[in-house]
């Protein structure tokens, strides 16, 4: 199976700040087809996950545009430009390249 | 727009059995894979299930083979989740997750809690 790493797994962040988030995965994520199938979702508390980011850096529809995902190959980011207070939560990457799909550890965004 | 509504969950003896039910709503569901995802209590996402359009391929995740089938009524606009042999690691919310197919989930009901103890 494929392994998702992200990192940091606690990202406290200033009102207004940007923040980046990354997201490893073991092996490739170009799928014989080429595209690369990197998705990133939102987890805020007490509600289901949401999709932000679809193949790599395509924004789901309603998402904002301070959200943004870039990379290549194995090695991905999510970024917020400036985080909102509703942007609190849980963030999790999933891989769909290869079943099953797997998701990173997720990483926690909280206010400063 | 896109509904989805879990049922089924509960307080079931390790070894028991569960059957998990979602129904679908706001889209055309047998055009659609569809999946289970479950979460542990705090902890992270893992994908259980997916299954295709007409129930033909499905397939499930190492720890779940063998245990846990996935099934669907297109008629009935449904999936469903047939857990047998539970056990304490199965404890989590288990959602019910619209393939885009396209590699990826976009639609996500809130959830139904399956507890795993005696």
């Known amino acids: 199976d494929f392994v998702m790493t992200q990192s940091p797994l606690s990202l406290p962040v200033t009102l207004g700040q940007p923040a980046s988030i990354s997201c490893r995965s073991s092996?490739?994520?170009?799928?014989?087809?080429?595209?690369?199938?990197l998705s990133w979702f939102q987890q805020r508390p007490g509600q289901s996950p949401r999709r932000l980011i679809y193949?790599?850096?395509n924004r789901d529809s309603g998402v904002p545009d301070r959200f943004s995902g870039s990379g290549s190959g194995t090695e991905f980011t999510l970024k917020i430009s400036r985080v909102e207070a509703e942007d609190v939560g849980v963030y999790y990457c999933?891989?769909?390249?290869?079943?099953?799909?797997?998701f990173g550890q997720g990483t926690k965004l909280e206010i400063k | 727009e896109v509904q989805l509504v879990e049922s089924g969950g509960g307080l079931v003896q390790p070894g028991g059995s569960l059957r998990l039910s979602c129904a679908a709503s706001?889209?055309?569901?047998?055009?659609?894979?569809m999946n289970w995802v479950r979460q542990a209590p705090g902890k992270g996402l893992e994908w259980v299930a997916i299954?295709?359009?007409?129930?033909?391929?499905?397939h499930c995740v190492a720890s779940v083979e063998g245990r846990f089938t996935v099934s669907r009524d297109n008629a009935k606009n449904s999936l469903y989740l047939q857990m047998n042999s539970l056990r304490a690691e199965d404890t989590a919310v288990y959602f019910c997750?619209?393939?885009?197919?396209?590699?990826?989930?976009?639609?996500w009901g809130p959830g139904t809690l399956v507890t795993v103890s005696s």
């Open positions: 299954i295709n359009q007409d129930g033909g391929d499905r």
């Open positions: 999933m891989q769909g390249t290869q079943w099953p799909y797997t």
């Open positions: 997750v619209r393939d885009d197919g396209h590699h990826s989930v976009d639609s």
């Open positions: 193949q790599i850096s």
């Open positions: 706001g889209f055309t569901f047998s055009k659609y894979w």
């Open positions: 092996q490739s994520l170009v799928h014989s087809d080429g595209n690369t199938y």
